[in-house]
């Protein structure tokens, strides 16, 4: 078109003309305006930056931090796995087998017996055919949607879902549109009206929502995948080792077929003490990933001494339910503990995740702050992460926490929320 003729790089076009400056440096991009905005903004209301603190060891029901030692709850070692020396020195020995890069994409001459190890014992802990692991879990939903879907199909995801998902489906071309949180009927409405234009659809949902600390009904979504033949995929990388008698997930939580799922996900950054992500479903769809998915196939294949304690937890977990008990029972005494209080846990079930939710970013910010002083460690959640009449501190919980960690927490936190309200 005559626009484009005319355009960078044309034909005559002045290839001299200065670019203005907002395009060429990065102190001019937007998000680094926005940050700067912030920033400034939390320096009038004289908040620190609540980020990337330091923890200087382990992080468990406490941790070392700027010298102190904390009680935590801002890190998803839920079944209190990570630093675990019988995980630790799986990891050890697997670094000392196979050195600590396999120095390839698994495709090529990445592959090590224990990667399929690894996914063989996914695959048998969901009761499915097979699983394959992504070096993250971030990644791993990236390129799951975005490899599956194209533009002639539709994504229907809960309007909480994880922004990993949400980038791969923006990624995928695919149509997308959410539903309201946990609301299966909404999602009812949007299948009835839409399902028949596209041809590939998928419903994606979380097993434990991060922010929230709840869970779909997922049997109920199962009965509307069936109905409207779509694909179902659920998220549990907060739900896996948390959920269910001995962890197994929101399968066993609801007692399930583990194939009415269409696409099981979940991270090794969680219960599973390491890094990365995996997929588990039926052979086709795995098969299909692993030589196909952009994240598995252009990326290197997972360092032993990563798929080694996640492998090595899996082992563990299965021998020593009691832990997933421990977790359940401290949760939901955090949950019970804090609505005493008075405290405003939304819609938090009262396992591993539980939200204190205060209604401003600059209140959650400073209690985070000030609990810190007194050596607690919460992340607070802030705008634009969750509506800013929600923010929140978001307590992750773990079975080596103890009632009397969480009674020393919720004393001081209902006193500074006591002082913070005047
Ligand atoms: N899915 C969900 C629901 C998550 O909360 C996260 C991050 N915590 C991810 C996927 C990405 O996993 P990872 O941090 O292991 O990359």
Redesign the pocket.
């Known amino acids: 078109r005559a626009a484009s003729a005319q355009g960078p790089g044309a034909p005559g076009a002045d290839t001299t003309r200065p670019v203005p400056e907002r395009f060429t440096r990065f102190d001019a991009h937007p998000g680094y305006q926005q940050l700067a905005m912030m920033r400034q903004g939390a320096e009038q209301l004289g908040l620190k930056d609540p980020f990337f603190k330091v923890h200087e060891g382990l992080a468990g029901a406490t941790s070392m931090i700027n010298g102190r030692q904390c009680i935590n709850f801002a890190s998803?070692n839920y079944l209190g796995y990570s630093g675990d020396p019988r995980v630790v020195q799986a990891a050890c020995e697997a670094a000392a087998h196979y050195g600590t890069s396999v120095s390839a994409s698994r495709v090529v001459s990445g592959e090590r017996p224990i990667h399929g190890e690894l996914e063989q014992a996914i695959a048998s802990t969901y009761g499915v055919e097979d699983a394959v692991a992504f070096v993250?879990?971030?990644?791993t939903?990236v390129s799951t949607l975005g490899y599956l879907l194209g533009p002639k199909d539709l994504v229907l995801h809960d309007e909480y879902i994880?922004n990993?998902?949400l980038v791969g489906a923006q990624l995928s071309g695919a149509k997308r549109m959410s539903f309201s949180h946990n609301d299966p009927a909404a999602l009812e409405t949007l299948l009835d009206r839409h399902r028949h234009q596209f041809e590939r659809v998928l419903v994606v949902v979380?097993g434990l929502y991060?922010m929230d600390g709840d869970i779909p009904d997922l049997p109920r979504f199962i009965e509307l995948k069936q109905r409207h033949q779509v694909w179902l995929m659920v998220?549990e990388?907060?739900s896996f080792g948390v959920m269910g008698e001995t962890g197994l997930g929101l399968r066993e939580h609801f007692a399930i077929d583990p194939t009415d799922v269409d696409i099981w996900m979940g991270?090794?950054?969680?219960t599973l003490s390491g890094?990365?992500?995996y997929i588990a479903g039926n052979k086709a769809l795995v098969e299909t990933l692993r030589y196909f998915a952009p994240g598995f196939l252009y990326s290197v294949g997972m360092p032993a001494q990563v798929a080694a304690p996640s492998l090595k937890v899996l082992e563990l977990m299965s021998k020593e339910p009691e832990r997933v008990a421990k977790l359940q029972a401290i949760s939901r005494y955090f949950l019970e503990q804090a609505q005493a209080r008075g405290m405003d846990t939304g819609h938090s079930i009262g396992s591993a995740v539980v939200p204190v939710i205060v209604g401003s970013s600059p209140l959650a910010a400073h209690l985070s702050h000030a609990l810190l002083e007194k050596q607690i460690n919460v992340q607070p959640i802030l705008y634009p992460a969750v509506p800013e009449k929600s923010a929140r501190l978001r307590f992750f919980l773990s079975c080596e926490h103890t009632q009397a960690h969480i009674d020393q927490t919720l004393d001081i936190l209902a006193t500074l929320i006591a002082d913070a309200k005047g």
């Open positions: 998803y993250s879990g971030h990644a939903n994880h990993s998902s979380e991060s998220d990388a907060h991270t090794m950054s969680k890094c990365g992500g």
